[in-house]
DNA sequence: GTCTATAATCAGATAGAC
DNA sequence: GTCTATCTGATTATAGAC
């Protein structure tokens, strides 16, 4: 015990990005120092950088890591057939999955306007992705009737904004249980959505 | 012209206070540095604690100042009767106060982890007013059974959501016109709190 | 009220020993 | 891969002249 040096590339890198992550969330990007980082994680600053070129590259990479797990884990949700089965399930899964990422929902939301310009387009591009994967979802109701919807880009908007929000402050153990935010929030979604009730 | 010395109180402290908001809201709190605000107003570094006792306060000060703001100008406004009335005013209301300060909203919303506990307590009673504004508006429609809600401070929270997300994303001279938004978001307001169409 | 100058600390990142 | 040590520059805030 106590060892002091040695090779610890399998598990530094995982409790790098977890308390990244948490330490990002919690005080932001910007606020955080490598120093800081480095005393949770349990070494010196210096070590980190066997794991990330730099700050900035730490950030973008916990970012786009992210939204390709959102997309990939929605790729992989079985598909609905109706436009309104496809919307409550779209509701579910972004609701459910967010539910244990309450921290990279959170960076990835936040830390925006602390990314380089080329790393913001490159996420941009992903987020774009998956609010288009909704919007498609819109378009497929309204022109089938069944959601009356003005603009679909604009909803696929208020409805992510909508959703998103939830994590700013539900805490688990509270009055409600995750099932029941689910589908108040699948409720509320078809609201938005137009679905005549 | 060119004096480099002299007493300026009466415009400094505006030209702080606007250049503030708007850096803190584009870089945010922790990466912006006094310097950095200084330079912006035109003056140096030192001369800024005649206006703040430090950096925290400053936020701080901005922070409840546009909290205020919102709580006194919806008590100007003029009172609806009806439940629907009360519910599309306050989606007016709120739209359009936030149209103008993008930089507030901006702050106010994303720069609350940066608030000493103290103050952090403080503003989040007065965002919690604000909230219960259109609480209470939810609870009326609840009962005369012109809104479908379940759970109205749930409800209230994610119109609050949905309607703060415009900021994250609406520009003046797009394809939208403010009225235009204004009117969609009055209508998906009613539809999260299932008004029935 | 603003300036210049400075104190005291902390930042990101690197070099070389082990 | 991690450590110690360090470089270079930036940070908040203050002191005293004008």
Do not use: C
């Not at 070590?47 to 992210?66: G, I, V």
């Not at 409550?88 to 309450?102: K, L, T």
């Amino acid at each position: 015990m106590a060892r002091k040096q040695g090779s610890h590339s399998d598990i530094s890198g995982p409790k790098i990005r977890k308390a990244a992550l948490r330490l990002f969330a919690q005080k932001g990007f910007a606020a955080v120092s490598m120093r800081e980082l480095a005393t949770e994680v349990g070494v010196q600053a210096g070590a980190l950088y066997n794991y990330t070129s730099d700050k900035q590259t730490l950030l973008f990479d916990l970012m786009r890591a992210h939204m390709e797990e959102v997309l990939s884990a929605w790729s992989a949700h079985p598909p609905e057939v109706a436009p309104l089965d496809q919307l409550d399930a779209f509701s579910r899964f972004h609701i459910n999955f967010h539910f244990d990422r309450a921290h990279e929902i959170f960076v990835a939301y936040m830390e925006l306007r602390n990314l380089t310009p080329q790393n913001f387009q490159a996420l941009e591009a992903l987020r774009r992705q998956y609010e288009t994967e909704l919007e498609v979802i819109l378009i497929s109701g309204q022109k089938s009737g069944v959601f009356q919807v003005k603009d679909t880009r604009v909803t696929a908007r208020a409805v992510s904004a909508m959703l998103t929000g939830i994590n700013t402050w539900y805490r688990d153990g509270k009055t409600l249980s995750r099932p029941e935010i689910v589908e108040m929030y699948v409720d509320m979604v078809r609201g938005i959505a137009g679905v005549r009730v």
